[in-house]
């Protein structure tokens, strides 16, 4: 068979923006903190000016323009150059009020064209680079912000002024979370955004940037958080920057996760297999143990557990927001007399916890006269899992427990868009398969078989994580975000590394080869084929979201937030 043979594609062959001429480059190299890097730290491979040139953009803003949106997946960090931005604070202010623009929607044309020219062959390219998304290079649309100030009063939102040598982004693009400010520009400003594969690079040779940056995630992350958390909205800001400085960021399992974790999932067969994983997951805090503060899970997941007989009984997960031990502190407060720990709460992969001391919780929150948020949420932790003995658990008239452990023992509480399949349901018509690869060029973005609990199962599909961890180690920044939190593939950076697919806990990444228009393979110079990273993007240009839902006949397919129990749970009992 004829191949159409190319150079293999490499890091920067699309650099992040094409205007970094020598002069900008320079001008970043003496700013702040570039000019205190050691550039011999640097291998002659991975250069400090490349990475500058390559994964780094200077943009400029006037008066009031929008350099971040709140509530928006970033996939960089910006330093201030020059001139001075406003970081509006949590809980913030209403994008809409000041006309928030929505992510334009597909419209049925632009289906209905991709439709009628859409190619015989699997896995078509222009070429071996062609974009399949809008171009990296260009910069976002700069809108002006009218009236910022009279929002930002309106809402009573707090206001931090950050000038050059400052950074912001750092705590979303580190957490693989949504960016929790709204940043508008005072002035003149110019700033630096370095997407994350630079952070990582220049974080990894020089050890002051890298100090510089971890202290600004955990330090200013750290008092956003807390202002945003429920339980504390009544208090004064003085007292939340008070907890601030006296509060602990504690850091509990791997970053790189999912590496052990499809080892031991794969060698994992019995019940006593899943209980010695349970016992080598980090312990955050243990069963029968004295609390010394409030555990509020910063990012990350948490299994709550029980010890019953010799084995770990797991009642459930607790994800971002969640507060553990809420109950036994008040408990302990009420009555006068110390309350043991219900159960245990261990670390499902990389979970950050900040740790509220117990005395400033019994001062700023127990004793206080306005209570409403405390009921609340002593309302809640009754019907969470460290209040469900196993033998009355609230949910297990909702969903089986044994179901919600499997949810957990597979970490399928880390999807946003799962696909589950009623298999009672399915008649295996295959309509789901084919409407996917109609909207696909011909070719499926999911495999239909995946791990199963009674009649269901959860397919080879991307579930759009809460934490991303297919992102990490992609060295062009490929695999990455939309602002609405889809994980999408770039197929132009996209260099067939298979580092993603090799990431994905759950296997639903799948590197393709690719041909050209005329239906041949393309090889590089040794004949090997040119591969890329494909998976499900949620029919990201189609009309109607994904198609495989929308294609079942026999309502068994569904795509869900597993972590929605009343969502799951009225699904299941439909």
């Not at 680079?129 to 707090?158: F, L, M």
């Not at 945003?228 to 003085?238: A, Y």
């Not at 143990?289 to 709550?304: E, H, K, M, Q, S």
């Not at 932790?381 to 427990?401: C, F, G, V």
Request: charged share 25%; with cysteine; glycine share 6%.
């Amino acid at each position: 068979m004829t191949k159409n043979i190319v150079q293999r594609p490499r890091r920067w062959d699309e650099p992040f923006c094409n205007d970094m001429s020598d002069v900008l480059i320079d001008q970043v190299m003496s700013s702040l903190h570039f000019s205190k890097i050691k550039k011999t730290k640097f291998p002659t491979s991975l250069p400090l000016s490349e990475i500058i040139r390559n994964d780094c953009r200077v943009r400029n803003f006037q008066e009031d323009q929008l350099i971040i949106n709140a509530g928006t997946y970033i996939n960089s960090a910006f330093l201030i150059l020059s001139g001075t931005v406003t970081l509006v604070l949590a809980p913030g202010i209403n994008p809409q009020a000041w006309g928030q623009t929505q992510i334009a929607e597909p419209s049925v044309f632009s289906a209905l064209k991709k439709w009628m020219f859409q190619s015989k062959y699997p896995e078509v390219r222009a070429q071996a680079g062609a974009a399949t998304v809008k171009n990296i290079s260009e910069a976002p649309a700069v809108r002006t912000i009218a009236d910022i100030d009279d929002h930002v009063e309106q809402a009573g939102a707090e206001t931090l002024m950050l000038q050059a040598g400052d950074l912001f982004g750092e705590s979303a693009v580190l957490g693989r979370t949504e960016m929790a400010n709204t940043v508008v520009s005072q002035g003149e400003t110019q700033i630096l955004e370095i997407r994350w594969q630079g952070l990582r690079d220049i974080s990894k040779y020089d050890a002051n940037f890298k100090q510089f940056i971890e202290r600004l995630y955990r330090e200013r992350g750290l008092y956003e958080h807390l202002l945003s958390v429920p339980l504390f909205r009544h208090l004064e800001k003085d007292k939340i920057r008070a907890l601030a400085d006296i509060a602990l960021f504690e850091v509990h399992g791997e970053f790189e996760w999912q590496r052990s974790f499809k080892t031991a999932s794969k060698q994992a067969k019995t019940d006593e297999d899943y209980n010695r994983l349970i016992k080598a997951e980090p312990v955050i805090a243990k069963e029968g143990d004295y609390p010394d503060g409030l555990l509020l899970i910063r990012n990350g997941f948490a299994r709550v557990s029980r010890l019953i007989n010799h084995g770990h009984y797991t009642l459930g997960h607790m994800a971002a927001d969640s507060l553990f031990g809420l109950q036994e502190l008040y408990d302990s407060w009420s009555k006068g007399e110390p309350e043991p720990l219900r159960c245990s709460l261990r670390a499902l992969g990389y979970t950050d916890i900040i740790r509220i001391p117990s005395k400033w919780l019994e001062h700023n929150v127990f004793a206080a006269e306005n209570a409403t948020e405390l009921k609340v949420e002593l309302e809640h932790s009754l019907h969470s899992p460290t209040k469900m003995a196993p033998e009355t658990n609230k949910q297990s008239s909702i969903i089986d427990r044994k179901f919600t452990e499997f949810l957990v023992e597979n970490r399928l509480i880390n999807g946003t868009q799962t696909m589950m399949i009623d298999l009672e349901r399915c008649v295996r018509c295959d309509d789901c398969v084919t409407a996917c690869a109609n909207a696909h060029d011909n070719n499926p973005r999911f495999v239909r078989h995946g791990p199963t609990f009674d009649s269901y199962m959860i397919a080879n599909a991307c579930m759009h994580c809460d934490d991303p961890v297919c992102m990490i180690g992609c060295p062009t920044g490929a695999i990455h975000r939309s602002e609405d939190g889809v994980v999408v593939i770039n197929d132009t950076t996209c260099i067939g590394c298979s580092t993603c697919a090799n990431n994905c806990p759950y296997d639903n990444i799948r590197m393709v080869q690719i041909r050209g228009t005329d239906g041949q393979l393309f090889t590089d110079q040794n004949s090997a084929p040119i591969v890329k990273a494909t998976k499900c993007d949620l029919c990201s240009d189609v009309p109607g979201g994904p198609a495989c839902a929308r294609a079942c006949p026999h309502d068994a397919l569904v795509r869900i937030d597993v972590k929605e129990t009343n969502t799951l749970a009225s699904w299941i009992n439909r």
